[in-house]
């Protein structure tokens, strides 16, 4: 809308129109809607599925290993459960380790250990290495090539697959009711779209009057208002039994086409 107001104000059209046809300048206005709407529709239905995805596994990382610590001046300390002390740290491996287990007064020494998940818990895996016991139950020492230790007091957070993992057949199709609405309601943001790219259209080639900048804050109101409409009919679908899918697809129907008869009584 800026860029219609942008083009009508300056009279820009009038000089597109010296050099090119109505017709070629219609024409090349469409490729740019279609592009737009093709970028819209993949990033919605590959990109931004993608990306998230890549972005929910890290945060799930960088949280996981805050609940943890971080290391510092070569030492590792998890609560008060274990401390390691450590040469150097390599990808996800610490080298020439000694630890302290402190509940049960396990002395360990290892070329490496590194943390993993398993289940909902954070294991220790030490490799190549000696383990000291000395407490109330058992006093030895053994030698090891691969030795576990779990930290149950740790539980570590899974990824939860929210709406925003699917595209939308996969919304549409999935066992939870909301995921399925929030799949029917991008079926409606794209023709609403497709709608908005219209009327943009036809403000630059049909709209004659001065006061294009009132013309173009109404419209916007007017794309907002239906999109808080359509907001709350999706949270009756979602949390009500007053509306069923197909009640709701008449609907919007209906907000669509009311929305472009309204737009286009704007601009006569």
């Known amino acids: 809308m800026i860029v219609n107001y942008k083009i009508n104000f300056s009279n820009e059209i009038i000089i597109f129109k010296q050099y090119l046809s109505t017709k070629k300048i219609k024409s090349l206005l469409k490729i740019l809607i279609l592009i737009t709407l093709s970028i819209f529709f993949l990033n919605n239905e590959i990109f931004s599925k993608y990306f998230y995805e890549k972005y ?20 590792f300390h998890i609560d008060n459960t274990v401390s390691i002390f450590f040469k150097n740290k390599e990808d996800d491996f610490f080298n020439e380790v000694d630890a302290i287990i402190y509940f049960e007064n396990q002395f360990i020494s290892s070329k ?94 049909y709209y004659k009057k001065k006061n294009n900048s009132f013309v173009l804050i109404s419209i916007f109101f007017l794309v907002l208002f239906f999109q808080i409409l359509n907001s709350y009919l999706l ?34």
């Open 112 to 205: 490496k250990v590194e943390i993993e998940l398993s289940k909902s818990n954070f294991n220790l895996v030490f490799y190549d290495g000696e383990r000291l016991i000395l407490n109330e139950n058992e006093k030895s020492k053994t030698v090891f090539d691969k030795f576990i230790y779990t930290l149950e007091n740790k539980k570590y957070e899974e990824l939860l697959m929210d709406k925003d993992h699917y595209n939308t057949k996969e919304l549409i199709s999935h066992d939870n009711k909301e995921f399925q609405n929030h799949g029917h309601n991008r079926i409606f943001q794209y023709f609403f779209l497709f709608l908005v790219c219209s009327i943009s259209l036809k403000i630059i080639f």
């Open 56 to 75: 929910k596994v890290k945060e799930l990382e960088i949280r996981n290993n805050l609940k943890l610590g971080s290391p510092s001046q070569n030492e």
């Open 235 to 268: 949270y009756l679908l979602n949390g009500t039994q007053l509306l069923d899918t197909s009640n709701y697809y008449l609907i919007f129907i209906v907000f669509l086409v009311l929305f472009y008869y309204l737009s286009v009584k704007i601009l006569k």
